[in-house]
């Protein structure tokens, strides 16, 4: 139940598209925020999308418009859509989940599971 196994990430063109899968069963939870955070090398953990637990999406900025998450709670799986890709979005991308936001939702200290993460890399 606490597990959690990113796929879908991929070398991609600039502008490109791809959909990044989380298999969790905590998805069909609806007590639990989901997340999907990347880290870029060298760089700290940042928040790309947060789904509340009433299944409210948010993103910060720098995605706002191009990602979207989106949960099947009968296939027990998170995902992240993402288009119009930049250089700037290569990272390690992650998936999260977390029964409460007590440092904010924008926060990984307020997720208690994570999964490996997947590689997305944007290149020409």
């Known amino acids: 139940q606490e597990e959690l196994v990113e796929s879908g990430g991929d070398s991609v063109q600039p502008g490109g598209s791809l959909r990044l899968s989380c298999s969790c069963a905590?998805?069909?939870?609806?007590?639990?925020?989901l997340a999907w955070f990347r880290q870029p090398p060298g760089k700290e953990r940042e928040v790309v999308a947060v789904?509340?637990?009433?299944?409210?999406?948010s993103y910060p900025d720098s995605v706002k418009g191009r990602f979207t998450i989106s949960k099947d709670g009968a296939k027990n799986t998170l995902y992240l859509e993402m288009t119009s890709l930049k250089l700037g979005d290569t990272a390690m991308y992650y998936c999260?989940?977390?029964?409460?936001?007590?440092?904010?939702?924008?926060?990984?200290?307020?997720?208690?599971?994570w999964g490996q993460g997947t590689q997305v890399t944007v290149s020409s």
């Open positions: 999260a989940a977390g029964p409460f936001i007590d440092y904010g939702k924008f926060d990984p200290r307020s997720y208690n599971y």
């Open positions: 789904l509340s637990e009433s299944g409210r999406p």
């Open positions: 905590l998805v069909a939870n609806n007590n639990y925020w």
